[in-house]
């Protein structure tokens, strides 16, 4: 029912997919680290949603969340993509959802009633997207209302793996709120951008909603004589690539 491809020729995946159009690159590779391990820390914690955030905005969440989203399909697991940054969605663009006014928020004001009817197929085999449908007023609100808890439950009747591409934390309280509802936390942070002291009131604000953060990625990263991610060690991990808005 999901896997189904949209109609017409298949579309070329926009460059910022590049684990649908580089797959053996370095940054392909590295994204398939960290899809490793947040594996294991599926089967020692057995998470079933998983929500990718950021300090601030333009950090690169996105991009993450996408290709992450893609490795994860590409290894076989059944995956829903939720965009649930309400005020600025990207999903839409990422995948190039034809009816992309038809998606998350269109089920949290009940008009419609089924989840299914959201969900959205893409080109990428076992990856299906929810966009955030129209822009609401009260984005907070929406986020934070029972039916939220629903879509996660609900999908979860369909789906291996739920990946949302939640708000930036600091500016606006969704993605607070979202994290309480997460199986677990991966946080985008971009060298050179985001400010120490934002990463530690990020990193407080999350476990004040006793989020379980499950480790950073490092975005963006510029060094000599290294191309690509790497992992340091202490679950912090870097790539060469930055999201251009």
Do not use: W
């Amino acid at each position: 029912m999901f896997n189904r491809k949209n109609k017409g020729p298949e579309p070329v995946a926009p460059a910022n997919l590049f684990t649908v159009n580089e797959p053996s690159s370095v940054i392909a590779e590295q994204v398939k680290t960290i899809r490793t391990n947040v594996s294991f820390a599926q089967q020692a914690q057995s998470l079933r949603t998983i929500m990718v955030t950021s300090a601030m905005a333009s950090e690169g969440k996105s991009i993450v969340t996408a290709n992450l989203a893609v490795e994860f399909a590409q290894a076989g697991k059944r995956v829903v993509l939720i965009d649930a940054d309400l005020r600025r969605s990207t999903v839409n663009r990422t995948f190039r959802i034809r009816e992309a006014n038809r998606g998350l928020t269109n089920y949290l004001v009940r008009q419609i009633d089924d989840i299914t009817e959201v969900c959205h197929p893409t080109m990428v085999e076992n990856l299906t997207v929810i966009p955030s449908g129209p822009t609401p007023p009260n984005p907070a609100e929406l986020i934070g209302s029972p039916l939220m808890a629903t879509v996660f439950d609900q999908l979860k009747q369909y789906f291996d793996l739920i990946i949302v591409d939640a708000p930036p934390i600091l500016p606006v309280t969704d993605g607070q709120i979202l994290s309480n509802m997460a199986d677990g936390v991966i946080l985008v942070v971009r060298q050179n951008y985001t400010d120490k002291r934002a990463v530690v009131d990020t990193k407080e604000r999350l476990e004040q909603a006793q989020a379980n953060i499950l480790g950073v990625v490092l975005n963006d990263v510029r060094s000599e004589g290294h191309s690509g991610y790497y992992n340091n060690g202490d679950g912090y991990y870097g790539y060469e690539y930055s999201e251009k808005k």
